[in-house]
């Protein structure tokens, strides 16, 4: 990764919502939108690509995002997004961006971040996901354990979850064959190879027995159809 320091030359926008009511509605991406513009008004920079994604920031594989390091690179322009979590919201996958040498990019928050700074900014963010999504499992299950129905809130939570992982088991089935192959067949070896390779669970979470567990019957039941 190199660092732009100025809103000169060939910038490509990236925008991402984390919701599809957020996508459809505009919230948060126009306020995206014109944090970049008000950045790059300068005269001397140039936008020549726009890329919305709707997805979670703890997801890794997202469409749009490739697209808009695609046209950086063939142009040799510098990706800009309006804060480092609208990127991300894991560590792994921003050092992972922050190593291409071919990829220059900057948030417009914090344009004159040195990569230490990345990372523990990448930290604070994936920290505060994880804390949310803590602080909402755990309200439920306090909720649950006094006898309150959930409600449709809840229910709509546990489809969310049951979908999100089923989603990350259908992505997740050629890493865990490409680890079973290796001769890690045990679920504690798995555990600590998703761990070790900053793969994250659905949740947002590190990867545990029971949740290695469920994710490989999803997996064995999706290849058993």
């Given at each position: 990764m190199q660092n732009n320091v100025e809103s000169k030359g060939e910038f490509v926008a990236y925008y991402r919502v984390s919701t599809k009511q957020q996508g459809q509605s505009g919230l948060g991406l126009e306020a995206q939108k014109k944090a970049v513009k008000d950045y790059l008004n300068g005269g001397r920079s140039k936008l020549i690509g726009e890329f919305t994604e709707v997805e979670s920031g703890k997801k890794v594989d997202r469409p749009q995002l490739k697209e808009a390091i695609k046209l950086c690179k063939k142009k040799g322009?510098?990706?800009?997004?309006?804060?480092?979590?609208?990127?991300?919201?894991?560590?792994?996958f921003i050092s992972g961006l922050m190593e291409d040498r071919r990829l220059s990019f900057l948030a417009v928050d914090n344009p004159l971040a040195i990569p230490l700074n990345m990372h523990m900014l990448a930290a604070f963010a994936e920290h505060e996901a994880r804390a949310i999504s803590d602080r909402t499992r755990e309200g439920l299950e306090r909720a649950k354990a006094r006898g309150v129905k959930l409600g449709r809130q809840g229910k709509v939570l546990a489809r969310v979850n049951a979908a999100k992982a089923k989603t990350q088991a259908r992505d997740l089935k050629p890493v865990i064959t490409e680890i079973r192959k290796a001769g890690r067949d045990s679920v504690r070896e798995i555990m600590a190879e998703l761990n070790t390779r900053g793969i994250q669970t659905s949740r947002g979470g590190p990867w545990r027995p029971m949740t290695v567990s469920r994710l490989l019957e999803r997996i064995d039941r999706r290849s058993a159809k």
């Open positions: 322009a510098t990706l800009v997004i309006a804060k480092l979590d609208r990127l991300a919201r894991n560590v792994h």
